[in-house]
């Protein structure tokens, strides 16, 4: 037995989005998207975040341009210009905890994911900070994805994972990744692992320093 709840990167997109939402409606599961705000200009990417959260998923900030890690970005404001200005597009779309995962650059966890400047604002600002704990790589290995995500749920007894609702192709293996998951006992769930969510409401609850680069 094993719980597991999964997360959907870098959308929305009208080719990918509808049918995600689709096998998780079939489903009556419930998920978080992660939304680049850039995206959101599209009226068509617009429409499909407001359908999941319609659906009754969370919609999360994840950065305006998806460009660089934070805590790399030379940006002096970088937190303006990547956090807030997404956060000022999700607008009623956004979840009351305000959600925001940071940037990995390939799903690494380190230093790189914030900088000092971006984590005073994520406290100003009340956000809360998911991370993850599984990366099936799912962008880079659209067919492979699906057996490395099934090795990496009962690694520990909450798994949070990311997907990315994006047109590589792995999406049309998510049906059947869940009739796996299922199959071998696992929970969906929606919620976050306490371990991957270091920052509560602009409070830090876990040690913030392995993720966090100073200012240049």
């Given at each position: ?59 999360g900030n ?81 067919d492979g ?72």
């Amino acid at each position: 037995m094993f719980d597991l709840t999964l997360t959907f990167d870098n959308g929305p997109e009208p080719d990918v989005t509808p049918g995600v939402l689709d096998v998780l409606a079939r489903r009556g599961l419930k998920t978080t998207f992660f939304v680049i705000g850039r995206k959101l200009a599209d009226p068509a990417a617009r429409s499909l975040a407001e359908r999941a959260h319609a659906e009754g998923h969370w919609i999360g900030n994840h950065t305006y341009t998806h460009s660089v890690p934070l805590g790399c970005s030379p940006d002096p404001n970088v937190a303006m210009n990547e956090i807030a200005r997404t956060q000022a597009l999700l607008g009623g779309l956004a979840h009351p905890a305000r959600w925001f995962r940071p940037l990995g650059g390939g799903g690494k966890i380190g230093p790189w994911l914030l900088r000092a400047s971006a984590l005073a604002h994520l406290q100003a600002e009340h956000y809360s900070c998911v991370l993850w704990n599984a990366i099936p790589r799912d962008w880079q290995d659209p067919d492979g994805w699906v057996e490395r995500a099934l090795t990496q749920c009962p690694e520990q007894k909450w798994t949070l994972m990311v997907l990315h609702d994006l047109p590589s192709g792995a999406m049309r293996h998510l049906d059947a990744f869940l009739d796996r998951v299922v199959a071998k006992g696992g929970r969906l769930r929606q919620d976050f692992p306490p371990a991957c969510v270091p920052i509560r409401s602009g409070n830090i609850v876990l040690p913030i320093e392995p993720y966090v680069s100073p200012d240049p």
